[in-house]
């Protein structure tokens, strides 16, 4: 197995959203902000070579989408997958099976593009497209709160084209098996409902991806929530249950949303788990 963490690109949310309740004078400690409030806000995915797999966590935006939508987000880096693959020797053809931790418009837009008669078809046309049956469900009938995270357009087009697979786990455990070989997700429901945080054996390591489990370094805090939660006080239990979880399995982090931290692993305090800085681990891969 080999690991590539790939950038497909990077946008600007506000800094208040992305914190919650948190004030400002805290987590400006983190993240700087343009004129507009906003900080800058990654969207890292892991490309994984294995076998005659060629395996895709996550999608990214996209360049589907109108100017007028990508103004909302001031865009910067390079956000067009084939030409983010080409340096790695793989093509959007190569891809054969694209998990999605869940199906808001920064994880899964890059899934979708507008061939040249203008017809809204997969990306990857050799992949299986990964998603969890409930989530998906939660996402084609969307809720007020996340009707502008889910896009039919980027959703819809997916399993229209016959390439999708719904994954479905009847026992109750806390990290579930899939179908691709060394990579298991755990559930969560506060962000989202049923997001997948892909668990990865790599080396004899646990690498663990953390979607909008805790998009950033900064977002280690426990009370550190994103106001886009769905269900604030279960993310805080989530990420508490996880940080537990993650220290116990020496896990290793990677964090989708930070375009400064890649990796890092964790330590034990009297404070709680945190980051530990110490461990420089940001050329793992």
């Known amino acids: 197995m080999k690991i590539h963490a790939v950038n497909l690109g990077n946008f600007r949310l506000d800094g208040g959203a992305m914190f919650g309740v948190v004030p400002k004078v805290l987590w400006q400690k983190h993240f700087e902000t343009d004129a507009e409030n906003r900080i800058d806000i990654s969207m890292r995915s892991l490309l994984i070579e294995q076998g005659d797999r060629l395996i895709l966590i996550d999608t990214g935006l996209g360049t589907k989408q109108s100017e ?49 008669k203008g017809i809204l078809e997969p990306y990857f046309k050799n992949a299986t497209f990964w998603s969890y049956k409930d989530h998906w469900e ?112 020496k896990s290793i982090l990677c964090f989708e949303h930070d375009f400064k931290n890649e990796l890092i692993s964790l330590k034990k305090t009297e404070k709680g788990i945190i980051f530990d800085e110490k461990d420089t681990i940001n050329s793992f891969f």
Request: glycine share 6%; net charge negative; charged share 20%.
């Open 68 to 116: 007028k939508f990508f103004g909302r987000y001031g865009l910067w880096g390079e956000h067009d997958i084939e030409k983010v693959l080409k340096p790695l020797g793989f093509h959007p053809d190569d891809i054969t099976d694209v998990l999605l931790t869940h199906l808001h418009f920064d994880h899964c837009g890059g899934a979708i593009h507008q061939n040249k």
């Open 138 to 249: 939660w996402a084609t009938k969307p809720n007020a709160r996340e009707r502008a995270s889910f896009l039919s357009e980027n959703i819809l087009p997916i399993q229209e084209s016959g390439q999708l697979q719904l994954l479905s786990f009847q026992e109750q455990k806390y990290v579930y098996p899939t179908p691709i070989e060394n990579i298991s997700v755990i559930l969560v429901d506060g962000h989202t409902d049923k997001q997948m945080i892909p668990v990865i054996n790599y080396k004899g390591a646990t690498i663990v991806f953390t979607a909008d489990l805790i998009p950033t370094l900064a977002h280690l805090s426990i009370p550190y929530i994103a106001s886009y939660d769905t269900r604030p006080l279960l993310s805080l239990e989530e990420k508490q249950t996880f940080l537990a979880w993650a220290y116990k399995n």
